[in-house]
């Protein structure tokens, strides 16, 4: 057989043309590994070497950060890669009878590619799309409120091998769901206000402004905005006066999707905040890493850059303000939650395994490339465009003193009305509860699969940094739920989440899910749940990173907060027994050597 020379068709062909847009620079290798994956639906053996002679990097770790990213793969997917969103509350909405249902109808085992190569249907972590669930990724590609019907027509469409561009449009529908609105979803488009304050009342006038609005980083932490811009402005690591600005557009906690819904709605006062950024610490250089679920937005986010590059607020002279250059690029994640934890992040950037690094040195002075690095979730740059042109006294109307503004939650579950709702900064989660139509609620878990689950006596707590603090996610759990399948769920995604870097995580988290799986099963007792709270706090205590420190949060809670659902399943109440059954386990050496007297058995019942 002749090999194509139609780059499209030809792994070396375009992974020449990548190489070459990306001036064979290595930090750009993880885009390029994306760009193959979704053109060859695996990365071909030619190209990992062809990469690794162009780049200077050895084929092993090419493979490694291969095998770091779920959604890279050395063997070839199946023509339509299908992935099932594993969030709790897709399976809430029966997302797990409909996978298998078009496992059956398609004759293939989940994760397994089909044997003519036609199709793989997998799992993969929350895709963001909670409030429109079960949601599913085809090639990338998002579809969303799966039911019974549409499984059956996807199912056709992929025997009948129809593109995806010709299924169904309604199909791919996304809704923003925006409920409800208060300062910074209903403030207008800056089109360069708060850049050109930046400009007129100078850097420091505007550092000000942002310190005296009192804004926190929305991504989690909650670190002040003004002093994180302030360390990295005055850093001058080296001598360089090289910054970054980087947004955090991973959003991988499950059940959470507001910067999926401001990216899509407020993307042009996102890039604003960025740009203002850029104004005060000095930067040149600007990134948005969009996690690859959000795939489709790329487009739609590249014009709003383009069109802000047309009006003259991204490039050179910005504003016509002589040495003020800036510009922003886009940088796709591949399926990692880690990633999200900014020095991960900044190692994906840089095409690398997204491992956490050490800190101290912070990103602020040590960040990308080692330059002196600002990284801060996506609704943060919103607010500090829409501080720096309407002031910090307007940022401040609402809220309360520790927690100014409003904070967006994504809101899901068990609730009449799902989606987005802006709540000031002190409203109490009955409110919310109130707000999104939920009625016989159980539990309310806060801040996603890292957060808290809170019961019924504390709904009178508020979402603010000094009570419930919350990146955004808001899971509604009612009383018919088992919450042992929440607690399941989030016990198995850390595992699968967890980079692997540190033995607390990474065994940790594994005896964990195994210890969580036996009490779901029955089979535990005390001693199991003892175990549990040894290995937790231990996890919190000796984790490299954010991620094994909250990773045992909803088990320590469940068994502080909802000890009836541990007591409902305990096999027994006082010693250990193990998670398999050892007498059933012995069956096959006792037919071997035909015995099955009473003294080959260790239950003495049988
Ligand atoms: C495991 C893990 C995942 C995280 N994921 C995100 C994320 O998806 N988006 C985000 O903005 N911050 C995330 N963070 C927090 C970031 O490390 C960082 O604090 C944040 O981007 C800073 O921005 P902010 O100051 O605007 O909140 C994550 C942290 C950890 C430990
Ligand atoms: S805590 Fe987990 S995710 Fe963080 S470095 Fe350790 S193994 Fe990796």
Redesign the pocket.
């Known amino acids: 057989m002749v090999a194509s020379t139609d780059p499209e068709l030809n792994p070396q062909a375009f992974t020449s043309a990548l190489l070459a847009s990306a001036g064979n620079d290595s930090c750009e290798l993880l885009q390029m590994l994306h760009a193959l994956q979704l053109q060859f639906n695996h990365i071909p053996q030619a190209s990992i070497s062809q990469l690794s002679e162009a780049l200077s990097l050895s084929e092993t770790y090419i493979r490694s950060v291969i095998g770091f990213y779920t959604f890279l793969h050395e063997t070839p997917r199946g023509e339509y890669d299908i992935l099932f969103s594993d969030s709790i509350t897709d399976h809430m909405l029966g997302s797990r009878l409909l996978l298998s249902d078009l496992c059956d109808k398609l004759g293939v085992e989940r994760g397994v590619p089909r044997k003519d190569g036609r199709v793989t249907v997998d799992t993969t972590s929350c895709t963001g799309l909670c409030d429109q669930g079960p949601a599913i990724l085809v090639n990338g590609r998002v579809l969303t409120r799966l039911d019974a019907h549409k499984i059956q027509n996807i199912a056709l469409l992929i025997e009948n091998c129809t593109p995806l561009d010709e299924w169904p449009s309604d199909f791919f529908r996304i809704e923003n769901n925006i409920r409800q609105s208060n300062l910074l979803l209903s403030h207008n488009q800056c089109n360069g206000e708060a850049v050109q304050k930046c400009i007129d009342n100078g850097a420091d006038k505007l550092l000000e402004e942002i310190d005296d609005s009192g804004l926190r980083g929305r991504g989690g932490a909650g670190f002040k905005t003004a002093l994180k811009w302030k360390f990295c402005k005055e850093a001058h690591n080296g001598g360089t006066n090289d910054r970054v600005v980087v947004c955090n557009a991973d959003e991988g906690e499950p059940g959470t999707f507001k910067d999926r819904v401001l990216l899509d709605s407020q993307a042009d006062n996102v890039f604003e905040g960025m740009t203002l950024c850029a104004g005060i610490i000095g930067a040149r250089q600007g990134f948005l890493y969009l996690r690859g679920e959000y795939l489709y937005l790329k487009p739609q986010l590249e014009a709003v850059l383009a069109k802000r590059r047309d009006k003259g607020l991204l490039g050179k002279n910005i504003l016509g303000k002589h040495g003020f250059d800036f510009d922003i690029e886009i940088h796709m994640g591949a399926g990692a939650y880690?990633c999200g934890?900014e020095s991960?992040l900044i190692e994906s950037l840089e095409g690398k395994r997204g491992?956490?690094r050490k800190r101290p040195p912070f990103p602020v002075t040590h960040g990308y490339l080692q330059k002196p690095t600002v990284v801060n979730n996506v609704e943060t740059y919103l607010a500090a465009a829409c501080i720096a042109a309407s002031g910090s006294e307007w940022f401040r109307s609402v809220g309360t003193e520790e927690s100014s503004g409003t904070k967006l939650l994504s809101i899901c579950g068990d609730c009449e009305h799902p989606g987005i709702y802006e709540v000031p900064f002190g409203t109490s989660i009955q409110q919310i509860l109130d707000a999104c139509g939920a009625s016989d609620v159980q539990a309310v878990q806060v801040a996603g699969a890292a957060g808290m689950t809170i019961p019924p006596e504390e709904f009178e707590r508020s979402i603010a940094f000094e009570d419930v603090p919350t990146a955004g996610s808001f899971m509604v759990f009612n009383n018919e739920r088992n919450l042992l399948d929440m607690v399941q769920n989030f016990a198995h995604f850390f595992v699968h989440?967890?980079?692997?870097?540190?033995t607390?995580?990474?065994v940790g988290?594994a005896l964990m899910k195994d210890l969580v799986d036996k009490l779901t099963d029955g089979k535990a007792g005390r001693y199991d749940t003892d175990e549990m709270r040894n290995i937790g706090l231990l996890m919190k205590s000796t984790?490299?990173?954010?991620?094994?420190?909250t990773?045992p949060n909803c088990v320590l809670d469940m068994l502080d907060k909802f000890p009836y659902i541990v007591e409902e399943k305990l096999a027994h109440h006082a010693s250990y027994e193990p998670a398999f059954d050892l007498d059933e386990a012995l069956q096959e050496a006792r037919d071997i050597s035909h015995r099955n007297d009473s003294r080959a058995h260790i239950r003495t019942d049988t």
């Open positions: 880690i934890e991960s491992v956490p989440e967890s980079c692997g870097f540190c607390p995580c990474r988290g984790s490299h990173c954010g991620l094994g420190t990773a």
